[in-house]
């Protein structure tokens, strides 16, 4: 089990909210169905995985903000922008120097763990 798996093992054992970007389920599960190519496996996993999260939507008024924000990864953009919008604490990320703010500290996976 790697890092990430990790984080949501410990999500779905503690009673903090946890959050994730509509548009980040569709990337996990765009990664997930290229890997395991099973789409039944898929969609068991995704709903395991919907049990222990929330979802947030993406706005039309995230995707300007994003846009605006003008950064490398236009995809990083908006998950910052809908953390900000959503007042999310901390963003859990495997690419920490994709987030060019730095208003919501962003953390790898296992720094996160090691937190706990």
Do not use: H
Not at 1 to 13: I, R, S, T
Not at 19 to 47: F, M, N
Not at 55 to 66: F, M, P, R
């Amino acid at each position: 089990m790697d890092n990430a798996e990790k984080v949501f093992e410990l999500a779905a054992k503690r009673k903090d909210i946890k959050l994730v970007s509509s548009s980040a389920i569709t990337d996990i599960l765009y990664v997930l169905r290229r890997a395991v190519k099973d789409r039944e496996l898929v969609r068991r996993k995704y709903e395991s995985l919907r049990k222990k999260i929330s979802i947030l939507s993406v706005t039309e008024q995230d995707i300007d903000k994003a846009f605006a924000r003008d950064w490398k990864d236009f995809e990083d953009a908006v998950q910052y922008t809908v953390a900000e919008s959503n007042g999310v604490d901390c963003i859990i990320t495997r690419n920490k120097d994709d987030f060019e703010e730095d208003k919501i500290p962003c953390c790898t996976p296992q720094e996160f763990l090691a937190k706990f």
